[in-house]
């Protein structure tokens, strides 16, 4: 049985809850609502789901439901997370609750969708992509240029290549030629290679934020976030500073019943990062934008602040 809270029209969706479940394990499919956790929960509790496939939003709904102790979630054996980076606090609970495996895996759109993953009865490498997939290349471009491979632990644009590349943009000729270089798919994504040949991603090129002349990446700094126990969800943008340029900011959703101050965020994360990037500014709401798959959308975080600033249209 496999549990199936991703949308079937989206392409991570379809390949891993309608492609490979149905047609490579035969499996039935469990179409919950993944907003209604507590249906969700039942669900679990009923049909006994070894499979699920998610985003990591909905991981964190998972080990943060208040009644999950009630419900025998024990049935889940194999899962993988997609469509942004799942933090290490929220991957190792939920193996915690379930006594499965949680394997992250990475992939886009124009690969359809899949190019990395963890083995699930393999090594996990947790806080990688894992390996590329059969048939699937991958190395660490240069971010100037992108044309110069980088080496085993340095800093670069993942490039793939592979079966499953698309051909292209339909009429787009200009940024099929930006994204498409001699075979290879240049994802946007910043990310290095150790010396076993796992995959980690750092962050998306244009999530960087720059303040001060440093570069900062935000995954750095939700990581810490998602270790204070008062906080379920979180996700940090650059906004913009007239001083240096941009500055970091935290937006932050508590667990039911909790409170926490401003200051209280900031401190929790002196002493556990470079002071450069603690954040300066937390926010704290009651939701956060998302896609229909459940991704959180920055960008919508970064164009509010640029509204409030002024510089928005």
């Known amino acids: 049985v496999a549990l199936t809270a991703l949308p079937l029209y989206h392409s991570f969706g379809m390949t891993t809850c309608m492609n490979l479940a149905v047609f490579a394990a035969g499996a039935m499919l469990l179409i919950p609502n993944p907003r209604d956790i507590p249906t969700l929960m039942k669900n679990v509790n009923q049909h006994h789901p070894t499979l699920f496939a998610g985003v990591p939003t909905m991981y964190v709904a998972f080990n943060n439901f208040p009644d999950i102790a009630k419900y025998n979630v024990k049935s889940i054996r194999a899962c993988i997370s997609g469509a942004a980076g799942l933090p290490v606090e929220v991957q190792t609970k939920f193996q915690e609750l379930t006594g499965g495996r949680l394997v992250e895996g990475y992939g886009l759109s124009e690969a359809s969708p899949v190019t990395h993953g963890n083995p699930v009865y393999g090594q996990n490498k947790i806080g990688t992509i894992g390996l590329p997939f059969p048939d699937t290349e991958a190395k660490i471009m240069d971010l100037e240029t992108g044309t110069k491979e980088m080496p085993v632990g340095e800093i670069g644009e993942l490039v793939v290549r592979g079966p499953q590349v698309m051909k292209g943009y339909w009429n787009m000729p200009e940024e099929t030629a930006h994204t498409l270089r001699d075979g290879w798919l240049y994802t946007g994504d910043i990310a290095k290679m150790d010396e076993a040949g ?3 991603i750092v962050d998306r090129k244009k ?107």
Request: aromatic share 10%; hydrophobic share 35%; with cysteine.
């Open 198 to 200: 796992y995959f980690q």
């Open 207 to 313: 999530d960087m934020i720059i303040a001060g002349g440093f570069n900062i990446y935000p995954r750095d700094v939700e990581e810490v976030l998602y270790q204070n126990p008062k906080i379920k969800e979180a996700v940090v943008a650059g906004i913009p500073d007239p001083y240096r340029g941009e500055t970091v900011k935290a937006y932050v959703i508590l667990k039911a019943g909790e409170t926490a101050t401003e200051e209280e965020i900031i401190e929790f994360c002196k002493g556990k990062m470079a002071k450069y990037k603690v954040p300066s500014a937390v926010e704290f709401r009651e939701s956060l934008p998302k896609t229909a798959v459940g991704k959180i959308l920055r960008r919508m975080l970064v164009e509010e602040e640029k509204r409030k600033a002024g510089q928005g249209k």
